[in-house]
């Protein structure tokens, strides 16, 4: 089950055809700066050959790392090649965002190395996640409002969300959510279920053979 998402009309689409399947997510419009470099690089082919180097059942998968395209089997990878300054301004869209089941969203730094909570300008995940009770959630927003110092970032619908349809809750507030799957949750979730090594890297190469727009729209 999937929820509508806020401002679907005219969003960009990107096709990610994978060696286990098509996914294809949508761009928000309120997130420009993510968009934008997002398609930047779908452009730039960053995406073409890149491997899921990260994927953790029940939690997400995460791609975006060029680095891992000519990468040694049982290699480490996720650290990527850019510099501090190719990191993107956070967006966060609270409440109309927010890490429910099937978002796309950008990796980043820990905030020792990166308080402003900056945003990869390559690495991104998709939330698989799984769903939570009342006192499970209870105990997450706790967690949420220390992170981010605000009490009141869930709504009632959010809650019901996590509950009903699931997600990662905990990343609320601190990572920046800027579209969602489609078409091809059924891809993500074979992904997230693969044999992982120590690092959480698929045994089996999982490979982004190409990423398109496949739905282009102009910005004013």
């Not at 000519?70 to 501090?84: H, S, V």
Request: hydrophobic share 30%.
């Amino acid at each position: 089950m999937m929820l509508p998402a806020m401002g679907r009309k005219r969003q960009a689409e990107i096709t990610f055809e994978t060696s286990k399947g098509d996914i294809v997510v949508t761009l928000y419009n309120d997130t420009p700066i993510h968009r934008d470099n997002f398609i930047r690089n779908v452009k730039a082919g960053i995406y073409d050959g890149v491997l899921f180097h990260r994927c953790i059942r029940n939690f997400m998968i995460q791609s975006g790392d060029p680095t891992s395209k000519n990468a040694r089997p049982g290699e480490k990878l996720g650290e990527g090649d850019e510099k501090p300054s190719d990191r993107l301004t956070a967006e966060f869209r609270m409440p109309d965002h927010f890490h429910r089941r099937g978002v796309l969203a950008a990796a980043r730094e820990g905030d020792d190395y990166n308080p402003e909570k900056k945003s990869s300008s390559q690495q991104f995940y998709i939330v698989t996640g799984r769903t939570f009770s009342d006192e499970e959630l209870d105990a997450q927003l706790q967690r949420v409002r220390k992170m981010t110092g605000t009490d009141d970032i869930w709504t009632p619908e959010i809650r019901e969300a996590y509950r009903t349809v699931g997600g990662a809750p905990h990343l609320d507030g601190s990572y920046t959510v800027f579209g969602e799957v489609k078409k091809g949750m059924d891809v993500v979730d074979s992904i997230q279920t693969v044999a992982t090594d120590t690092f959480d890297r698929p045994i089996e190469d999982i490979r982004i053979i190409r990423a398109r727009v496949s739905k282009r729209v102009r910005f004013r």
